[in-house]
Nanobody
Framework: QVQLVESGGGLVQAGGSLRLSCAAS????????MGWFRQAPGKEREFVAA????????YYADSVKGRFTISRDNAKNTVYLQMNSLKPEDTAVYYC?????????????????????WGQGTQVTVSS
């Protein structure tokens, strides 16, 4: 019903910037909140940022707040993650995900348990 494809990952030096994109396809009558998660080798997948369907509400992990910005363009069916002041510890595979608005409203957006759809991931590597 919904397919998500991430892009924009790559290799950057510490202090640099990168913008990730997540394109959504498929038609549905339901509205979704969108989130970004990341997973480093040997570690659990962790929450990074999320945005409401309207874009009026955003949420960030403490580790990225002030450096990362999530946004969405519903007309383009795309969500973005602007990453500035990148650190080596930001190195991970980044995934975008979609959660039904009703689920997000009742269960929150920071846990991956409630998300219905996931992209394939894009690698972000930050060198020191």
């Amino acid at each position: 019903q919904v397919q998500l494809v991430e892009s924009g990952g790559g290799l950057v030096q510490a202090g640099g910037s990168l913008r990730l994109s997540c394109a959504a396809s498929g038609r549905t009558v339901n509205s979704y909140a969108m989130g970004w998660f990341r997973q480093a080798p040997g570690k659990e997948r962790e929450f990074v940022a999320a945005i409401s369907w309207s874009g009026n509400s955003t949420y960030y992990a403490d580790s990225v707040k002030g450096r990362f910005t999530i946004s969405r363009d519903n007309a383009k069916n795309t969500v973005y993650l602007q990453m500035n002041s990148l650190k080596p510890e930001d190195t991970a595979v980044y995934y975008c995900a979609a959660v039904l608005l009703t689920t997000a409203q009742s269960m929150g957006v920071t846990s991956q348990e409630g998300y219905d759809y996931w992209g394939q991931g894009t690698q972000v590597t930050v060198s020191s």
